[in-house]
């Protein structure tokens, strides 16, 4: 016999912790907004939650809570190397790890030799492709605007009046502001085309980078599924053979059950890095699918506020939301290519 019952119920508990953990990263949408499921399973909230948690139980109810709100706004709301840190770490840890899987993968001699190697090659390569990716991004312009530039960023998108007015005074730089920017309040700078702020990479995304943050989460993501790859080729190589009829005849009944019970690091490792790989790689395809309709993530929230405004209201007095900076597939993905210059 493979597995027990006790082995059913941990391939439950692993469907379940997948279905949470995807659940996370979506609970934001608009669709899942004033439930319970953004009120209870949200990324960012529970993140919150942990870190209040810890504090209060390190320096009591008052004081914790308040040092938890500075640490909070120091990760969340200030431009720090935390993140930078963290994922170079992730990234070392994950590949001294994967050269460990590769090493005990020499079962004949061909995987001594050239098989071996190549892996190694393959993987490593991967690997400082995306740790360049994360450089590129972190030392990228995301399209500043400045005194000296900004007629020609208040030139290159027309207003809509309707997510952007014209004459709008930045009192920060004491200039209009252009169509489609927006203060970033955590590099303290104005960004033309702003998407968002992504605290991974310490920078802002914006009309210039956002090419490179794209490319930043295909590497990135594919980086996790390849890891995942080899953690799953070393354990099929370490199974006795008469476990592959098993895999055959009842993979989700017996086999997988059973890899669970006797793998269970290497299985853990696998379920992380192909729920992150995943992950990362829909969140790639939903930039994707914003570019080929040109609109950026800052913009699809105002969006989505006035539909649900406009839903309030009688439909005399509704507003058409339209995206006039769409101009097909084809323009949009060129421009998100090879963007305007700002200087």
Request: net charge positive; aromatic share 16%.
């Amino acid at each position: 016999m493979f597995f027990s019952s006790s082995n059913s119920f941990s391939l439950s508990l692993f469907l379940v912790a997948f279905f949470l953990f995807t659940l996370s990263f979506v609970s934001d949408k608009e669709c899942f907004q004033n439930t319970l499921i953004e009120k209870y399973f949200s990324a960012g909230k529970n993140f919150t939650r942990f870190v209040k948690l810890i504090f209060t139980l390190i320096y009591g109810k008052q004081k914790g809570g308040e040092r938890a709100e500075r640490v909070e706004k120091y990760l969340c709301e200030e431009r720090n190397s935390v993140s930078v840190v963290v994922y170079y770490s992730v990234v070392l840890i994950g590949y001294v790890l994967a050269l460990d899987f590769f090493s005990s993968n020499s079962n004949s001699t061909r995987d001594d030799g050239k098989g071996k190697s190549l892996g190694d090659f393959w993987f490593t390569l991967h690997a400082i492709l995306g740790i360049i990716s994360h450089i590129v991004v972190l030392n990228s312009d995301p399209g500043i605007i400045t005194t000296r530039n900004h007629k020609v960023c208040y030139k290159m998108f027309p207003f809509d009046d309707l997510l952007y007015e014209e004459g709008k005074l930045c009192r920060t730089l004491n200039i209009e502001i252009p169509a489609r920017s927006k203060w970033d309040v955590v590099t303290n700078r104005r960004v033309c085309k702003f998407d968002h702020y992504c605290s991974v990479v310490n920078q802002a995304i914006g009309l210039r980078n956002l090419r490179w943050f794209v490319l930043f989460l295909i590497v990135n993501g594919a980086l996790c599924l390849h890891g995942g790859l080899v953690c799953w080729n070393r354990v099929m190589r370490g199974i006795p053979k008469y476990w592959h009829s098993a895999k055959e005849k009842d993979f989700f009944g017996a086999f997988l059950p059973a890899l669970m019970y006797h793998h269970t690091r290497s299985m853990f490792s696998i379920f992380v890095l192909f729920s992150v790989g995943f992950s990362v790689l829909g969140f790639a395809l939903y930039h994707i699918y914003l570019v080929s309709t040109n609109v950026t993530t800052n913009e699809t929230y105002k969006y989505a506020h006035m539909r649900r405004v406009n839903k309030r209201l009688p439909k005399v007095e509704r507003i058409d939301v339209v995206n006039i900076w769409n101009r097909g597939v084809v323009l949009n993905v060129k421009e998100f290519l090879f963007p305007m210059r700002v200087y």
